[in-house]
């Protein structure tokens, strides 16, 4: 009867494909269903993509001392309008795709017959000075705990894939601008701070300047990957597309890379980013003009 039992329970788990965990003494078994891979097109699939975040390798590389740059959605868009223009200018080669479930749980159709979920991408270029992988996105992590997740995700395949230093950038919104944008910088060693320094860059006006979202989590988590990091702050004054920031920032890290990035196409790209959103939101539906921010509202970054 016994044995008879047994057999009944064996088949059980296997028809609900259940996974037994290591038996103490009272023989308790997990009755969770296994975790499976689900497909995506080409056979790659997104493990536990309920939960966490997944990087889709679309190239296998491996590289030496690269520099990973980060350029995501902040004040005035200036850190990714800086590094879309410079992945597209080189022809920045697509690596990697993260996608992730603290993203919009929205898909883009495309004119063109195309879906576009929300994801991360990270692009390769080849630089006279080394290898650099660009992170681009079109937003960031909608939660807190988000944007720690999608953070650590970046920097784990980062690390993977051979970069060395991390590098993002974030708009510092200010009330007056000089000549052309200053950039302020900050890392997480004082060498690397010292090498910023010497290229141009500033340091940071007043003592303390909080960094909301991932322009401040990936340089600052960095070292706890084995990775350099630093965060670049250039000036701008709090427009939604910020091109003359983005291209003081394109013109920066040509310095850091002995490079010449060309900035032309920055003015381009933000005319076509403002046609989108408008095509994208009814008339009826368009926010009323922004407020002047008041004075001493401006003493964050992002």
Do not use: W
Request: overall charge positive; glycine content about 10%; some cysteine.
């Amino acid at each position: 009867m016994q044995l008879r039992k047994r057999r009944h329970r064996v088949r059980r788990l296997e028809n609900e494909r259940e996974l037994p965990q290591v038996r103490g003494p009272h023989r308790r078994v997990d009755r969770r269903p296994r975790q499976d891979f689900v497909q995506a097109p080409g056979g790659i699939g997104l493990k536990n993509a309920v939960s966490d975040s997944n990087v889709i390798t679309l190239k296998g590389r491996k590289f030496k001392n690269a520099v990973l740059v980060a350029g995501l959605p902040g004040i005035g868009l200036v850190g990714k309008l800086a590094v879309d223009q410079i992945s597209r200018s080189r022809k920045a080669e697509r690596v990697a795709q993260l996608y992730s479930p603290h993203f919009p749980n929205q898909t883009i159709a495309m004119r063109n017959g195309k879906l576009k979920p929300f994801t991360m991408r990270f692009t390769h270029a080849k630089l006279k000075r080394g290898e650099a992988v660009f992170l681009k996105g079109d937003l960031q992590p909608m939660t807190v705990e988000g944007q720690y997740e999608v953070t650590a995700s970046a920097l784990g395949y980062a690390r993977k894939i051979g970069v060395k230093r991390v590098i993002a950038m974030a708009g510092y919104a200010v009330e007056k601008i000089g000549k052309q944008p200053e950039i302020y910088c900050a890392a997480s060693n004082p060498k690397l701070f010292r090498e910023l320094l010497k290229k141009g860059a500033k340091r940071t006006p007043v003592k303390a300047i909080p960094i909301v979202g991932m322009a401040g989590l990936l340089p600052a988590l960095a070292p706890a990957y084995g990775l350099e990091g630093a965060c670049l702050l250039v000036e701008t004054n709090g427009t939604k597309f910020d091109a003359r920031g983005a291209k003081r920032l394109v013109e920066f890290l040509g310095g850091v890379f002995g490079e010449k990035f060309d900035a032309k196409g920055i003015d381009c790209r933000v005319k076509k980013i403002e046609k989108a959103f408008l095509e994208m939101r009814p008339p009826q539906q368009m926010q009323p003009p922004q407020a002047e921010v008041p004075k001493g509202d401006l003493s964050y970054i992002r």
